[in-house]
């Protein structure tokens, strides 16, 4: 058990005000661990520095050489924060049994750190960090969030509610995790599509610590706007199925129409003129539906991603081989 190596993933973009806090509570964090047994001491925290333009990559350079438990990777440039925790996770994955992603903010508890390793050594590959209430955030942000994750689930995206980017995987789901090539990336809901053993660990969303949030609003619309558009075809099939609603009020348009003519009552010119508006209008919407139909088969296609995930494998060669 002890010899299991735990590597915290710290994305960073202009973190300069919380890093030196952040460090002092994950390595003491790490410390507790250690004695405790649950990781081993080749443990680690690994800050990713996403391209910053202050002074974040000093801060951390400074901290891998005072202390051996830390380490860092620096991004050429500004690449988000889900690339950024994937640079991270990738170079975390040939040193690590465990990995756990937290924001450099400390917004979520790093205490429950321990719970999720609890969870590991109970045989979980993934386990979520879920926010318990959102007092911290901010009126906007809190109902922003939770119609995002509404719409999410609507449209068919499996996620876990009021999940962020805090969790822990095992050595072997964040390798898998490598095997979904895409450019999109959403890593809340890729990871629940991966399977395997999962738990959740609730916490109380505190406030960020210092420093400005890096998600400002365009920020959040645009990720919102991916996570939807990277998983679902369903706004496609929505068009589709506008395009037979608006042929059906063509039909009883027709039927109106046809009952004003018999009646006498239809002005001269505006049968012709309102059947084929609402017609036209929906054979287009209709073929554009089956068009974006095919679009949708391409770009499930072009993910490439893997089709299944082997979780455990009993009595193949390659495991009688020792
Ligand atoms: N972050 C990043 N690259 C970016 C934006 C943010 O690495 O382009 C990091 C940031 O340093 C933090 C985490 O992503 O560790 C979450 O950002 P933030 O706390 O600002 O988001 P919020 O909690 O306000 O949603
Ligand atoms: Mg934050």
Redesign the pocket.
């Known amino acids: 058990m002890i010899n299991e190596n735990l590597y915290i993933v ?6 300069q005000e919380v890093l030196p806090a952040t460090n002092t509570k994950l390595l003491s964090l790490l410390e507790e661990l250690v004695a405790a047994q649950l990781v081993s001491p080749l443990s680690r925290v690994l800050y ?1 520095d ?1 391209g910053s333009t202050d002074n974040t990559w000093n801060i951390l350079n400074e901290m891998t050489q005072s202390n051996k438990r830390v380490a860092a990777v620096k991004l050429a440039t ?1 690449a ?2 889900q690339n ?1 925790l994937l640079a991270g996770l990738e170079a975390a994955l040939p040193h690590a049994h465990i990995m756990v992603s937290i ?3 400390l ?1 979520d508890d790093c205490e429950v750190i321990k719970e999720m390793v609890e969870h590991y050594h109970s045989g979980c590959d993934v386990v979520y960090g879920v926010r318990r209430e959102r007092k911290s955030d901010s009126w906007f942000k809190r109902s922003t969030a939770q119609a995002f994750y509404r719409t999410m689930h609507r449209l068919g995206v499996k996620s876990v509610y009021n999940h962020a980017d805090f969790r822990l995987m095992s050595n072997r789901a964040v390798a898998q995790l490598m095997q979904y090539r895409e450019r999109n990336l959403f890593l809340r809901g890729i990871v629940p599509l991966m399977g395997y053993r999962t738990a959740n660990v609730y916490y109380d969303r505190s406030a ?1 610590m210092a420093g400005k ?3 400002p609003l365009g920020k959040m619309v645009s990720f919102a706007v991916d996570g939807i558009t990277s998983f679902s075809i369903k706004p496609v099939r929505m068009v589709f199925t506008l395009g037979l609603i608006f042929l059906f009020i063509a039909l009883c348009m027709l039927a109106y129409v046809l009952v004003a003519y018999f009646t006498h009552r239809a002005v001269s010119g505006w049968a012709s003129l309102i059947l084929s508006v609402w017609f036209i209008g929906g054979c287009l919407l209709m073929s554009l539906g089956i068009v974006g139909e095919y679009i949708g088969k391409i770009y499930i296609e072009v993910k490439d991603r893997p089709r299944y995930n082997v979780e455990e494998k009993a009595g193949l060669e390659e495991e009688n081989k020792e």
């Open positions: 710290v994305p960073c973009y202009n973190e990713v996403d500004n988000g924060h950024a924001d450099a903010d917004q960020r949030s890096k998600y």
